[in-house]
């Protein structure tokens, strides 16, 4: 019987590109990425405030006795500020791009924007910063929750 023409092709379905090797960030980079990062934040934190009572001063308020919430929240929006956009974007912050680490998914790509916001949020999880150096996989609730990996970076 003759070939059928409208048949699909036999061809091999094959990825022509290998996966990434992703090298885990050792503790100490990671340690000095949370110094950096938190330096930078609370620097963030400090021109918000001093900014702050012009723009209400124009209100007739000021901040004087803060609620004990308010360090927490001003803390939660210094970081997600800081944290989102270039985690989601590029995947290293300031203080990964300093020690040569990133942040990527399980494909070697930046995390985008729902695991990064999902990383920043993880990070509030009460001693999730002590997971990451006392755990042999050195992986945080902020990187297993939106299944993330901080890796070195390839040169």
């Given at each position: 019987m003759p070939e059928n023409p409208y048949r699909a092709p036999n061809s091999p379905v094959v990825d022509a590109v290998a996966p990434p090797v992703l090298v885990p960030a050792e503790r100490w980079r990671r340690l000095?990425?949370?110094?950096?990062?938190?330096?930078?934040?609370?620097l963030?934190?400090?021109?918000?405030?001093y900014a702050a009572p012009s723009?209400?001063?124009?209100?007739g308020q000021t901040i004087f006795h803060r609620p004990p919430v308010y360090?927490?929240?001003?803390?939660?929006?210094?970081?997600?500020?800081?944290y989102i956009?270039?985690?989601?974007?590029?995947?290293?912050?300031?203080?990964?791009q300093l020690t040569g680490t990133r942040v990527v998914d399980e494909h070697g790509r930046p995390p985008g924007w729902r695991k990064a916001i999902k990383r920043t949020v993880g990070r509030f999880i009460p001693f999730d910063a002590l997971a990451v150096l006392l755990t042999a996989r050195r992986r945080g609730f902020h990187d297993a929750w939106p299944n993330t990996y901080v890796v070195r970076r390839q040169r």
């Open positions: 000095l990425n949370f110094v950096v990062d938190y330096f930078l934040i609370t963030l934190i400090t021109s918000i405030e723009w209400l001063a124009g209100l360090s927490l929240v001003m803390l939660f929006l210094g970081a997600s500020i800081y956009p270039q985690e989601a974007l590029w995947g290293v912050t300031v203080g990964k």
